[in-house]
């Protein structure tokens, strides 16, 4: 079977929402999630049936590209759909277990798709104690609502024969017919046989008409990206009696009376004359269709006037005739009716339709997984596609209306007067007769599109503040906390990830570069300055001088004459591990860092040697030479290189180092090793105790930054993804070094999650017998709190005697 993707048109629908894709500033706007709690999944089975479900629906095995004017689809012949799971068998102590569900899955739905690679789909299973939920998340340029239920019914039907049948049942056992192809509802969409009569009936309905919309409630949005919210209302008993009395009154669905019923609010709030809604149609109206897996919903616009010396009835009789009326041409792209209108009319309308409203009837109930029913809970999705959207669900017995909205324009009061007043409409029109001149309404409207709330500075970036209070400002705002000038940034509770959130964040803001090697040497808000500076390179004398790459970085300075450490990075990191340690040490210590900065090859023996080069040339050698991790194998093959160099080797520190020629590179050097790293250096108490983020590397980065700003705040993805390219050049290198030799020099083992083999094997790499101490802590913990203070003992206590 060939590997090369077939190339399909895309329908006008997918076309569109591609370049609303490239055109947003949130690029999860068209992000679908579907949030079910569920109960005692087995991951392995889950993992099989998701792959199993992936490899039947070629729109999970869709991507798009752009070939000059038009975008195609590219359908793949295979796609890795390996879940992500990440569970807390206890919450952390200060967190609910809600609450951290709902921020994990509002974090993962904002995951933005890469619309050029496979699979636009992903599955998470996330447990928090005893409460279990799957995250089926896709780009809704290959599934709609309709088909997203078609898919977890086939996962329930996947999961339930690998659960009695074993990992190696196939599709054709798994499932009784095969899927129906996405590939010729594209091509039919695209097809030049589509009548131009077919989009001059929309295009005849739109001349002279205006959107109706609420009126923005606030004249002026912050600056930043757009940002939505979401509400779930039930409609009360009252309501649902009055539209079953309506719709049975005057002959329609009950969606034609709900319709009625916004229209009627934006009308009687403002929106007069002739306006159009928008409504999201299912467009599948054939049988086939209504099996087939991909995006086939459209959206149309249904004009009407509603006066006020008429009845209700006569709204909704109108809806009905409207939505019966568009029925054959409800396949026709608004893209292509929109491009037929005059430019006065594309200035009414709009692009995207202000108002939305779509009715998904009993999509979403009734579902189940694995031992039990599997619950949809409400969309954590917080991004706004329009300024209102509608979401009519049939639960049961009952209506919900799932609001979602754009909260640059409107505020939540503004959103549920307008849900309070569909309840008003409602219940005032259950009996016949009547005028809609009484009915009034809280909500207020406008007929044409609503020119967008005028851009402000966000908080902390007014014309007057200046450059220090807006960095003081964004050093605010990452922290959590007011600092000053001096401030040192550890000092007031900063950590090694949140050095990536600020340093983009200032970067973003002054439009510069920032030395971070340089600026870590006096982390404050003022060096920060200085180093932004359009002359940053004059900087104050007293300034400490370090350029990056020119040697070792001084993190303490010490007494003259005191003892002085020389440290060696560890696996994907810098000098901010070591801050703690550097901290307990006694105040007489000199402390030097050898920081990674590109240039020192791809091996450990070419790594040593470079970071080498400095100490020999420099007046003293360190009287402690030493490491945590990849670190201390670094230090260790320094200690060779030093005999070598006819020098003296001073005694080595080192802090649960992989032992050289471990093939699996101490196992840190894997993406999962590196998320659990991570997380455990934000803060360790909300670290996850099983984490599985796939076997693709770009988009469990991306998964790894979404749980962080779930559980510790913001974390750029883009730095994410450079500090794992270093942690994996940084594996790479460790799992090549087999030739350890062995050197004739005191040392300090200092094991955590070292096997006790393990120590063995680091003291046959020792002429003498290395002093060996186990902390009860593990890897990760080991450069924190009472385990570094022991450390930092350990370290000046053994010195003089090592020396000796």
Not at 129 to 150: C, K, P, R, S, Y
Request: proline content about 6%; overall charge negative.
């Amino acid at each position: 079977m060939t590997s090369v993707p077939v190339e399909l048109p895309s329908s006008p629908a997918q076309e569109a929402l591609w370049w609303i894709q490239h055109r947003a500033e949130r690029k999860d706007l068209y992000n679908l999630t579907w949030r079910l709690r569920v109960t005692r999944l087995d991951p392995a089975v889950l993992a099989v049936a998701w792959q199993l479900v992936v490899d039947r629906h070629e729109a999970l095995r869709t991507s798009f590209a752009r070939r000059g004017d038009t975008v195609v689809q590219l359908v793949h012949h295979a796609a890795d759909a390996a879940p992500q799971e990440v569970g807390w068998s206890r919450p952390p102590a200060d967190r609910l277990p809600e609450a951290l569900l709902d921020d994990v899955a509002a974090r993962f739905h904002a995951t933005p798709f890469d619309l050029e690679s496979v699979p636009l789909a992903r599955l998470a299973h996330v447990t928090v104690g005893e409460v279990e939920e799957v995250l089926i998340t896709v780009h809704h340029a290959v599934l709609d609502g309709w088909a997203m239920q078609l898919v977890v019914d086939d996962l329930r039907v996947a999961y339930e024969a690998v659960r009695n049948r074993g990992p190696q049942v196939t599709a054709t056992e798994v499932f009784r017919e095969p899927a129906v192809p996405y590939r010729e509802f594209g091509r039919r969409e695209r097809s030049d046989a589509k009548a131009a009569s077919d989009r001059a009936f929309w295009s005849g309905r739109l001349r002279g008409v205006k959107a109706a919309a609420l009126a923005p409630d606030r004249a002026e949005r912050p600056a930043g990206r757009s940002s939505g919210a979401g509400l779930r209302h039930r409609l009360s008993g009252g309501a649902q009696a009055a539209v079953a009395e309506i719709a049975q009154r005057v002959g329609c669905t009950a969606f034609a009376v709900q319709l009625a019923a916004v229209r009627t609010v934006l009308a009687r709030g403002g929106a007069v004359g002739r306006t159009a809604l928008g409504v999201v149609v299912a467009n599948r109206l054939t049988a086939e269709d209504q099996r087939r897996v991909g995006y086939c919903a459209n959206t149309v616009l249904l004009a009407d006037e509603v006066a006020a010396d008429e009845g209700f009835d006569d709204v909704v009789a109108r809806a009905r005739d409207g939505l019966w009326e568009s029925l054959p041409y409800q396949h026709v792209g608004f893209s292509e009716v929109f491009a037929e209108l005059s430019a006065e009319d594309r200035a009414a309308l709009g692009s995207t339709h202000p108002v939305l409203v779509t009715h998904h009837g009993g999509i979403g109930s009734g579902l189940s997984l694995g031992e039990g029913p599997a619950r949809l809970l409400p969309s954590p999705s917080t991004s706004a596609r329009c300024q209102l959207l509608v979401g009519i669900f049939e639960e049961g017995e009952h209506t919900v209306l799932e609001i979602e909205y754009d909260t640059n324009q409107l505020g939540e009061s503004t959103v549920r007067a307008f849900l309070n007043d569909i309840e008003s409409v409602l219940t005032a029109s259950a009996a016949p007769g009547g005028t809609l001149r009484g009915l009034r309404v809280a909500s207020r409207a406008v007929a044409g599109f609503p020119a967008p709330p005028r851009a402000v500075p966000a908080a902390g970036r007014t014309s007057s503040a200046g450059p220090a209070a807006g960095l003081l400002a964004d050093w605010q705002r990452v922290l959590g906390t007011a600092v000053r000038m001096d401030d040192d940034f550890f000092e007031v509770g900063g950590y090694s990830l949140q050095v990536l959130e600020l340093v983009a964040l200032v970067e973003a803001e002054s439009g510069r570069e920032l030395d971070i090697t340089e600026w870590l040497d006096e982390p404050t808000p003022r060096r920060m300055a200085q180093l932004l500076a359009p002359h940053a390179e004059q900087a104050p004398a007293g300034t400490p001088a370090t350029v990056r790459g020119s040697g070792p970085v001084t993190m303490r300075g010490g007494a003259p004459g005191g003892p002085y450490l020389h440290l060696v990075h560890g696996a994907g990191v810098g000098r901010v591990p070591y801050r703690e340690l550097v901290d307990a040490l006694p105040a007489d210590w000199r402390v030097t860092v050898s920081e990674d900065n590109g240039a020192g090859g791809t091996t450990v023996e070419d790594m040593a040697e470079h970071y080498l080069e400095p100490l020999l040339r420099a007046e003293r050698l360190p009287d402690l030479l030493g490491g945590w991790s990849m670190g201390g194998l670094l230090a260790h093959a320094m200690a060779a290189g030093l005999r070598r160099h006819g020098q003296p080797c001073p005694p080595l520190l080192l802090l649960d180092p992989p032992v050289p020629g471990d093939s699996s590179g101490g196992e840190r050097d894997d993406l999962d090793a590196f998320a659990r790293a991570a997380l455990h250096a934000a803060d360790p108490a909300v670290r996850p105790d099983r984490l599985r983020l796939g076997r693709r590397a770009d988009r469990g980065i991306d998964t790894l930054a979404a749980l962080l700003r779930a559980t510790v705040g913001e974390a750029p993805s883009q730095a994410l993804h450079a500090r794992y390219a270093l942690h994996a050049r940084h594996g790479a290198a460790m799992a090549g070094y087999r030739d350890a030799g062995v050197v004739d020099v005191p040392a300090l083992l200092v094991a955590a999650d070292l096997t006790d083999d393990d120590v063995a094997r680091w003291r046959r790499l020792f002429t003498g017998e290395p002093s060996t101490v186990r902390l009860p802590t593990d890897h990760y913990a080991l450069l924190r709190g009472e385990p570094v203070r022991r450390v930092a003992q350990l370290a000046a206590t053994l010195l003089p005697v090592m020396v000796r």
